[in-house]
Each structure stands twice: as C-alpha cells, then as structure tokens.
C-alpha cells in the first residue's frame, strides 16, 4: 500500500483527473470563456503531468543505472578476492607438503619457486624458475613439486634457472622399483614426452618389475636423494634395438603443465657418489 501511495506517476494522474471532473461541471455551462480557459488549462494539466511522469522516469533510470555500476565495480572486487584467496590457498597448500617432505627428510634445503618461462624451442617441456644462485641454485640440483621429482637444473644465473625435465634424454636419475627392488635409468624418450611419460631402462633380465608398481629415485650419484618418488609403471615394453626390457613410467605430475616447483639445494650425500 505504501509502494501504492508513494507512485509519483499514479499521484499526478489521480490529481489531474480529479482537476478533469471538476472543470468538467464547468464546461456544462454554454459560457465560452470559461470553456476556454479550462480547454487551456487541461492542455496545460496534461503536459505538467507528462513532464512530471518523463522526469521521473528518468531519475529512475539515472539511479538504477549509478547503481548497476556500482555493483559491476562490486562484483569485480569480489572476484578478484575470491581468486587471491585461491590463490594463496592453493599456494599455502603446496608448502605445507614441502614442510612434511622437509619435516620427513630434514637434511632437505627446499626453496619454493614459480615458473615464469617455457622454452618454447624444447620438446622435453623445459622451463626457467624465478629463483637462482643468490638462493643458492646450483646446476644438478633436483627440482620437485608436491607430487615428486619433475626435473633437475641445467643452467643457473644469479636470479633465475633453467630446468631440464625427466621428460628429456639429458635426464640420467638412478631410480628403483619400490615394490621388487629392481633398480635402473630413468631417461626421457621423444616418442613418450608428449603424452607425459619417460622410461626406466638399463633392467636386468630377470627384473620383476610390474605395472602399477612405484618407481623412486635410487640416491646414488649425489645428484637426487634417496626415495624422490617419480612416477609408475604404466607398460613394460621391450626395446626393438637391442631387445632389452624397459618400463614406460607416469610421472605424478603433469609436467607439461607445471606452475611451480621447488628446488631442493641441499641434501645428506649431496655430491657425494655412491656404490
């Protein structure tokens, strides 16, 4: 009722019909004059109440219109606070699995880091990290995410790196099947990189090693430590050259599509060859 009652459009027609029915009366009379003047006044009535009806339908529209703009502005804020949010939570919950791997090996240096390049000229997926010698990178230094071993460094300047992935022929990792024990190579191939996959070669003939089985860095070398997890065996092939057994291994990580690492840069047996 009050919605009712406060309608400035339904006010000025109720009193211009009102004004109507009494002039109305008037106009009964056979007097000239004052049909005149009421055939004036009406025409008058009628454009005050237009005029009054346009102006305010259009303060409507200006306010409604302020207001619209002022929850698109709204709007953008939130979005972009619900995507830092994310961001950070996402953030936050990668270095909390690095504060349980270093809490789980604390001999471990780890330094968090973002991707901000790709090689675009690599097949193996290569990437440069924003952090370097001034965070004391090293080349061969093993490059991690939550999910395990993606790679190693191959080229450091003050504030940057360069990562070579498991991906790639250059990577040489020492790696052993958890589950028998089996122990070979892992090194990328250019037939498998493209869906994700590297290889363990380098198998003794009676291996046992089966699908579905976990492969883990060795940590002989000095260059990775012992149990970095780095994929499972997805196939065991055999190699048309030399007819040597081989097992195609998937990494944890979808390491065409890393966002951020970290590099661990110091470790128990670090340079360090073992037997």
């Known amino acids: 009722m009050n919605d009712f009652l406060h309608n400035k459009n339904l006010k000025a027609l109720i009193i211009t019909l009102v004004i109507l029915i009494v002039m109305s009366v008037f106009s009964l009379t056979d007097n000239?004059?004052?049909?005149?003047?009421?055939?004036?006044?009406?025409?008058?009535?009628?454009?005050?109440?237009?005029?009054?009806?346009?102006?305010?339908?259009?303060?409507?529209?200006?306010?409604?219109?302020?207001e619209n703009e002022k929850l698109k502005e709204e709007n953008a804020e939130l979005r972009e606070q619900l995507a830092d949010y994310y961001d950070v939570k996402s953030e936050n919950e990668e270095l909390w699995n690095y504060y349980n791997l270093k809490k789980e090996n604390p001999s471990y240096t780890i330094v968090p880091a973002s991707v901000i390049k790709r090689d675009a000229n690599d097949d193996f997926y290569s990437f440069t990290l924003d952090i370097g010698s001034s965070s004391d990178v090293e080349v061969n230094d093993p490059v991690i995410t939550e999910n395990g071993l993606v790679g190693w460094v191959s080229q450091v300047d003050s504030a940057t790196c360069k990562v070579k992935t498991v991906l790639s022929p250059d990577t040489k990792a020492g790696a052993v099947d958890s589950v028998t024990g089996d122990s070979g190579i892992v090194s990328g191939s250019s037939t498998l990189c493209d869906d994700n996959l590297t290889q363990l070669t380098k198998l003794a003939e009676d291996n046992e090693i089966e699908v579905g089985d976990l492969i883990v860095t060795a940590g002989t070398g000095g260059v990775y430590p012992k149990n970095l997890i780095i994929g499972e065996v997805k196939e065991i092939k055999i190699n048309s050259y030399d007819t040597m057994k081989y097992a195609v291994i998937e990494p944890y990580e979808d390491i065409r599509a890393v966002t951020s690492a970290a590099v661990i840069t110091d470790f128990d047996g670090k340079g360090e060859t073992g037997e």
């Open 32 to 66: 000239s004059f004052i049909s005149s003047v009421i055939n004036t006044a009406t025409k008058g009535l009628f454009q005050v109440t237009a005029a009054a009806a346009a102006s305010a339908d259009t303060v409507s529209y200006d306010d409604l219109k302020v």
